[in-house]
């Protein structure tokens, strides 16, 4: 995945992939919105201002911040737009929780199941779940460009 982007933004994507649910961790839990607890978080500990923003961003968390109503903390951290953020999310959106490769329909559906109709992740999905399928898209092109 890695190979899409610039030399030196492949560390920085392995680093907010690995990174990019550490808000999760209950120690960690102040807003309950854990893209921004995590970034937080990484912040606090001396990770990279990139990484952090990349983790508060990842995979629509905007949406999930206005649904909310927690945007304008969300905002401390810059959106990064471009490949580096793409990848993410695409690294997000095609993986299982337990790690395995999927289509982003079956991971978007596994979420709608997992989380239920009223859980904030879902219904922000009415908001953006374009936007995260334009990325997985312009991830594919660039993953059939790269190893073709």
Do not use: K
Not at 49 to 70: D, K
């Amino acid at each position: 995945m890695a190979r899409v982007l610039p030399f030196e933004e492949r560390e920085l994507l392995v680093a907010a992939a690995w990174l990019h649910d550490i808000g999760y961790a209950a120690e960690l839990t102040d807003t309950g919105l854990h893209p921004l607890d995590g970034a937080r978080y990484l912040l606090r500990a001396g990770i990279s201002p990139r990484v952090c923003g990349l983790v508060a961003h990842h995979s629509g968390a905007s949406a999930v911040a206005e649904v909310t109503g927690m945007a304008d903390q969300l905002a401390e951290f810059p959106d990064e737009r471009g490949r580096l953020r793409d990848a993410l999310w695409y690294s997000d959106m095609t993986t299982s929780p337990d790690g395995h490769s999927i289509t982003v329909e079956a991971r978007l559906a596994e979420i709608r199941q997992r989380r239920g109709p009223e859980d904030p992740v879902v219904r922000a999905l009415d908001i953006n779940v374009d936007e995260r399928l334009a990325a997985v898209r312009r991830v594919h092109r660039l993953l059939r460009r790269t190893y073709s």
